[in-house]
């Protein structure tokens, strides 16, 4: 037998229904796609976010450093009327992979983690027809300011208000956090 360097243990975490159908299986420390109805948080946006998962044990998993029983992960999923997939080759922007995406309109916003820059989160605007790629990142030091900008750039293109993000970095000098 040969030793999966990933999941050295053989772990897997199982995902299920409400009814305890199995849906698919990820190896521990894998990664899993969550999509949000349109609508569900704003009309007109789809958000997805990526979740790192955990294994518990048979139960329980820790996506992105919360604890669900899965059944309970399941309920919460299904009652707003996501979906979960297991990730696929994972987007990278720049060295940077895509952890969250909201789309709004013909844009998609994107948040990236690079954890070896020297700015290790960035937010970019990019296109549904993806055939523009993506432009107009924004590079920060720290997460707060970095998924603050994320919401805001995302509010902005959904409401039609103007956003301008040299504020977010000049609120951060003006309290001497500026990283």
């Known amino acids: ?13 199982r995902f299920i229904d409400s009814h305890y159908h199995e849906l698919f299986r990820i190896p521990d420390g894998g990664r899993i796609v969550v999509t949000r109805p349109e609508g569900e948080m704003y009309p007109g946006v789809c958000e997805e976010w990526v979740g790192t998962c955990k294994y518990l044990d048979a139960a329980h998993v820790s996506i992105n450093g919360e604890c669900y029983h899965r059944c309970q992960f399941a309920e919460i999923q299904e009652r707003i009327g996501s979906t979960v997939k297991p990730e696929g080759d994972p987007e990278v922007v720049g060295g940077y992979r895509i952890t969250r995406r909201t789309f709004v309109g013909d844009k998609i916003f994107k948040f990236g983690v690079c954890p070896n820059a020297p700015k290790p989160y960035a937010t970019w605007q990019s296109y549904r027809d993806s055939s523009r790629g993506c432009d107009w990142g924004h590079y920060w030091s720290d997460k707060s300011t970095a998924e603050r900008d994320f919401f805001l750039r995302a509010d902005a293109e959904r409401t039609g208000k103007p956003y301008d993000y040299t504020k977010l970095i000049k609120q951060r000098q003006d309290r001497g956090d500026a990283r």
């Open 1 to 13: 037998m040969s030793e999966n360097i990933y999941n050295p243990d053989g772990k897997e975490i």
